[in-house]
Structures are given as C-alpha cells and as structure tokens.
C-alpha cells in the first residue's frame, strides 16, 4: 500500500516493482501471516530504489491482510431497530460489521424511543474489536428504588461507579464513626476539666483546670468541624451519584456484567511451503 491506501492496495509477489509519484512515499508491505511491515522513501525521477525486507513468522501476527481484502474487523452490536452511523457513515442496524482503520473512530448510534448515543471508539487495523452498546438502560427498578445509594449504577451494570461509589460512601461513613466516637471521648474529656475548674481551691488551680478546658473544648470544635465535612461528603457523594445513575450516560449503556471476554479459534499458517495448524486464545478485559 501507498501512503496508507488500504483502498487501493498493489498486489506483488517477491522481486516485483510498484510506480510511485516522485518525492516522499509512505510503504506498507502486508503478508497475511506476518506483521505488517511499514516504511518511507524518497524517491526522485527515473531512480529505482531496493528495500530487502526480511521477517519471522509470528505466533500471532499483526497484520491487516483480512481488513483489505474486506473482511471486517469491527462488530458493533445495539438495540434493535437502532441506525449505527460509524465516523457519519451509515453502515447497519442493530448489528453492524465493519473494515475499521487503525486510529480513533466516532460511532453513534440512534434510536427511534430511547434516543442516541455517541462514543469514540479505538480500533487496529490487525486486531479484532467487538463493541456493545444500547440506548435502553437495562434497569428494571422503579424510580424510588434507584433512589437507594448507588442501585441505579448497579441496575444498569454500571459497575465501576457503583464501586467507586459504594467505596467513596463506606470511607465517609468509616470517618463519620471515628470522628463521633473522638467527640465522645473529647466531651468526656472537657466535662472532668469543668468539674475541676469548678472545684478549684486556689488561684493556681483556676488558671491550670480553665486552660485544660479550653484547650479540650478548641479540640471539640475542630472535630465537630471534621464530621460536619465528611457529612457534607457523604451528602454530596449520594447526591450526585444518584442524579449520575438515574440520567442516561452520554455513550449508552452495556447490558452484558460481565468484563472478561475469552475467544478461541484454529487457523492455519503456511511456513516454508507447509501448512501448520495454529490455535488462538484471546483474553480480554472490556
């Protein structure tokens, strides 16, 4: 391929000459059981230039052969009767395969009911790239159920907010106890400086017990200052996670709980004019 054009790809067998324009040329030489092999040149008028390029068989080659002899490379699955438009492009409904390019791509996908969504996608040219996602939230609770701390994250397999959530709450609460437990022991602490102070018998007593006791009480106010914070913490984590995980995420929602994605499959390679069966594993997290 020339400057990147996986349209209009030279077909060549080993010792074979492609024309190119003079000047700087970006060459890509594709095998299908080897890794692609990328370079550049410049070539100036009427020169010929030689490139040796020599290469191993890999067990699992990066190589874009599928992708430009059109088969897909990117699966992308949504709601039924969804329109898929893929870098603007309409390319299916529902489900929708596609010969993706290696870089950043704009997927979104619209829905006559539940409205439309918009995420970018990452995809490789060799590798694999299988994408889900809907506009329907997979919830099936009531409103005032997705009002509980972080049920509308879990309901709608949000399960990495949930998680944050869920842990950001149980770190407020774990201080929110610490803190109240301290004040008690403050309190306890403030009220046997008072007693003393009280029962002060000389001048030197008064001074000793009043400053003890103000000292605990400045202790009191600075904790009641940090529960008061991690209160407010506490509120302000629910709040916004609840308004969070009852709105629609801008690039919809996964239906599927699970992230670990396992795929096995036999293929064979040609090495040294033979045939060698080859079996694939690839483990994914998503």
Do not use: C
Not at 145 to 174: C, E, F, M, W
């Amino acid at each position: 391929m020339v400057d990147k054009k996986f349209e209009n790809p030279h077909l060549i067998k080993r010792g074979d000459s492609v024309r190119i324009n003079p000047g700087k040329s970006h060459i890509t030489v594709v095998w299908r059981t080897i890794n692609d092999h990328s370079f550049t040149i410049n070539a100036k008028p009427g020169e010929t230039v030689g490139r040796q390029i020599v290469h191993t068989f890999p067990p699992y080659p990066k190589t874009s052969y599928k992708a430009i002899i059109g088969e897909p490379n990117l699966t992308i699955i949504t709601d039924p009767n969804s329109s898929i438009y893929f870098d603007g492009e309409y390319v299916g409904e529902h489900i929708a395969k596609v010969v993706a390019l290696t870089g950043k791509h704009k997927l979104v996908i619209k829905h006559p009911e539940f409205g439309s969504l918009t995420k970018r996608i990452d995809t490789k040219i060799y590798e694999q790239t299988h994408i889900e996602r809907y506009n329907k939230s997979p919830s099936d609770l009531s409103f005032a159920t997705q009002l509980l701390p972080g049920a509308a994250y879990v309901s709608k397999k949000q399960n990495y907010r949930a998680g944050v959530t869920y842990g950001l709450l149980a770190g407020l609460s774990i201080q929110l106890f610490r803190q109240q437990k301290a004040y008690t022991n403050k309190k306890n602490e403030f009220s046997n400086w008072k007693q003393l102070y009280n029962r002060s018998q000389t001048t030197e007593e008064l001074i000793e017990y009043r400053e003890k006791a103000e000292k605990a009480q400045r202790n009191l106010d600075k904790i009641s200052e940090k529960f008061n914070a991690y209160l407010l913490g506490l509120g302000a984590v629910y709040i916004i996670s609840t308004l969070d995980g009852i709105r629609k995420p801008r690039q919809g929602y996964k239906h599927n709980s699970n992230n670990f994605y396992a795929n096995a499959s036999v293929s064979a390679v040609s090495i040294m004019d033979g045939i060698v069966p080859q079996l694939t594993l690839k483990f994914s997290l998503k």
